[in-house]
């Protein structure tokens, strides 16, 4: 009997995901000039807003880590195994630092 209310956590998910997309487009059009460092500061004041968008930062880079790392593992165990994980990590953070010092455009070859 449980398999059969299955349908309610999609109805109430898709309800609770239309309110979170609502929320943030009437906070960004409030705020139509600012980015989400910005936004954090006029909200919540230079202090807390200053520790929220650290947080943000540790949690972009704890996310970009961990997909590198797991990258990182198949591309060893399939393409190349005998090559050192260090020197594939030097790599792709090579390519990663190029592309967001030069731009993404430089590097697909659009001006």
């Known amino acids: 009997m ?3 209310n299955a349908w309610i956590s999609v109805v109430v998910s ?4 239309h309110i979170v997309i609502f ?3 009437k906070t960004l059009e409030k705020f139509e000039n600012l980015d989400l460092y910005g936004i954090h500061k ?5 202090f807390f807003g200053s520790f929220l968008n650290l947080i ?3 949690y972009c880079t704890y996310g970009f880590f961990a ?3 797991n990258y990182i593992e198949v591309i060893n165990t399939w393409v190349f195994p005998y090559v050192k994980p ?10 990663v630092i190029y592309a ?3 731009g993404f455009r430089v590097i697909i070859g659009l001006s």
């Open 2 to 4: 449980q398999n059969k």
């Open 14 to 17: 898709f309800i609770l995901a």
């Open 23 to 25: 929320i943030m487009l």
């Open 42 to 46: 006029e909200i919540y004041g230079k």
């Open 56 to 58: 943000y930062v540790i």
């Open 67 to 69: 997909v590198l790392k």
């Open 86 to 95: 260090q020197y594939i990590t030097i790599a792709i953070l090579i390519l």
């Open 100 to 102: 967001v010092t030069a």
